[in-house]
T-cell receptor
Framework: EAGVAQSPRYKIIEKRQSVAFWCNPISGHATLYWYQQILGQGPKLLIQFQNNGVVDDSQLPKDRFSAERLKGVDSTLKIQPAKLEDSAVYLC?????????????FGPGTRLLVL | AQSVTQLGSHVSVSEGALVLLRCNYS??????LFWYVQYPNQGLQLLLKYTTGATLVKGINGFEAEFKKSETSFHLTKPSAHMSDAAEYFCAVSAGNQFYFGTGTSLTVIP
């Protein structure tokens, strides 16, 4: 079974530029999550999708971050414009269902450096 | 509100020694609790989880954790450390649709 795929693996941009990350979840997984992991911290949940609908985006900085999952499968996370403090690893995860006891399966992450 | 506290950002043990990684949580509702491991340049992988039922949970690679409601703890243990256990370990709590991770504990295994 293929795992969660993410691309690119690494990205370096200058502040005020735009960047997009892509995630393809495990086949059949209805729920998709985007996390931000700043160096030395645990992952912070940014947004959660159930199929193509948003379940929770309370911690997503909506003035600069956006995410979509149009067909209920793969997803993109965009930052526009980027700030220095956005430097982090962006993790995508997926799970079969929405319930909080479901196991999340994580991709390898995209490491973003904003200069 | 939910939160997770991991005591000790760095833990070092000798190969063959007991591993104990501490996790305390706060939750206004009955929580689901998880331990994840992260190897360098990789995503997180589930070690074990507590949902309901038996409070002693066994996971992969010989790890186990015990849910103690009275102490609001979910400490991770392994009787004998192996070099391959060196990694970052995260405790997480789930309540409703929210997930909260601790800040992580980096485990070093000394040969």
């Amino acid at each position: 079974e293929a795992g969660v795929a993410q691309s690119p693996r690494y990205k370096i941009i200058e502040k005020r530029q735009s960047v997009a990350f892509w995630c393809n979840p495990i086949s059949g997984h209805a729920t998709l999550y985007w996390y931000q992991q700043i160096l030395g911290q645990g992952p912070k949940l940014l947004i959660q999708f159930q199929n193509n609908g948003v379940v929770d985006d309370s911690q997503l900085p909506k003035d600069r971050f956006s995410a979509e999952r149009l067909k209920g499968v793969d997803s993109t996370l965009k930052i526009q414009p980027a700030k220095l403090e956005d430097s982090a690893v962006y993790l995508c995860a997926s799970s079969l269902g929405l319930a909080g006891k479901e196991t999340q399966y994580f991709g390898p992450g995209t490491r973003l450096l904003v200069l | 509100a939910q939160s997770v506290t991991q005591l000790g950002s760095h833990v070092s043990v000798s190969e063959g020694a007991l591993v104990l990684l501490r996790c305390n949580y706060s939750s206004s509702v009955p929580p689901y609790l998880f331990w994840y491991v992260q190897y360098p340049n990789q995503g997180l992988q589930l070690l074990l989880k507590y949902t309901t039922g038996a409070t002693l949970v066994k996971g992969i690679n010989g790890f186990e954790a015990e849910f103690k409601k009275s102490e609001t703890s979910f400490h991770l243990t392994k009787p004998s450390a192996h070099m391959s256990d060196a990694a970052e370990y995260f405790c997480a709590v789930s309540a409703g649709n929210q997930f909260y991770f601790g800040t992580g504990t980096s485990l070093t295994v000394i040969p």
